[in-house]
């Protein structure tokens, strides 16, 4: 019997008898959704607190586009070579990671499980492909930019101010060609899996905590920094989680700046490859 209100923070619905109390009539899409989260909290009871995280991290907007990146050569695809390539068509078939057994501790030092908890969150020996995504995200963003009709003089790197330490070096610069406005902007990446984060992003299955987190800390770093400029600069936080999600800062910004004419199918393309890279 589904009741629809089981577990808390899995989106329980109403239930099938408060439905049929209703004086008005009822469809079969209302029926439906208490049995989706009574199946739903079944699901997570059966799993530990990084599997419903993991579950919750997949959820949410973006969170499936990645699966249309297809892994294939070439500007359409999403290819990369080697074991990362592997791991990515299981992760994308649902199956664990590896098709053996791991050994108990990962090459930078943290112990290792067969379901990949520590590949998925912040592996220390996975830095040089976080750059590499980082990198690529960082020119996908300028080839969307460069592209608009929106924006002119997209800048790679550029310097804050003059004599502006290294600490604080945007990703990128545009301007908008309507208002003049300057626009800095920093790329980053955020794990939803992270030990201290497991149990709020479980807890809210449909909010992407890290990379919203991510983007708070973006702010607060380069808000104050932006050099004084007429119209005044506005500063935008980039931020993408290793399942798919991008923050709220991050979607509302790529809404505006890649949200007329021509410019959706280049959003679209960024939600989905992003991650992929």
């Known amino acids: 019997m589904a009741y629809g209100q089981h577990g808390t923070g899995v989106g329980a619905s109403t239930t099938w008898g408060e439905l049929l109390r209703l004086e008005r009539g009822v469809s079969q899409r209302e029926f439906s959704l208490p049995a989706h989260a009574a199946a739903r909290a079944r699901l997570y009871e ?5 599997g419903r995280a993991r579950l919750a991290a997949c959820q949410g907007g973006g ?5 249309a990146a297809l892994p294939l050569p070439g500007p359409g695809g999403a290819a990369f070579s080697g074991d ?20 108990h501790r990962c090459r930078c030092g943290a112990e290792v499980d067969a379901e990949g908890r520590h590949f998925l969150g912040p592996c220390l020996a ?5 750059t590499h995504l980082h990198t690529t995200i960082v ?25 502006a330490p290294e600490s604080l070096r945007p990703d990128l610069r545009a301007t908008r060609v309507t ?13 939803p899996l992270e030990a201290r984060e497991l149990a709020r992003v479980a807890a809210a299955p449909l909010a992407p905590l890290a990379a919203a987190k991510r983007e708070r800390g973006k702010a607060a770093k380069y808000e104050a920094a932006l050099p004084a ?3 005044p600069s506005e500063f935008a936080p ?15 910004f790529l809404r505006s700046a890649l949200g007329g004419p021509g410019g959706t199918s280049a959003r679209s393309a960024l939600l989905r490859g992003g991650p992929v890279g």
Not at 126 to 130: C, D, G, H, V, Y
Not at 139 to 163: F, I, T
């Open 238 to 252: 980039l931020v993408w989680e290793t399942f798919g999600r991008v923050g709220p800062a991050t979607a509302a």
């Open 229 to 231: 400029a007429t119209p």
């Open 63 to 67: 969170a499936g586009r990645w699966l």
């Open 46 to 50: 059966e799993l530990t607190l990084h």
């Open 126 to 130: 996975l830095k040089r492909r976080a």
């Open 139 to 163: 020119k996908q963003v300028e080839g969307a930019l460069g592209e608009s009709a929106v924006w002119r003089d997209v800048v790679v790197e550029p310097e804050l101010y003059p004599g």
């Open 84 to 103: 990362a390539m592997r791991v990515a068509v299981r992760l994308w078939l649902g199956v664990a990671p590896r098709s053996a057994p791991p050994g």
């Open 179 to 191: 208002s003049g406005r300057r626009t800095w902007a920093d790329v980053s990446l955020a794990s």
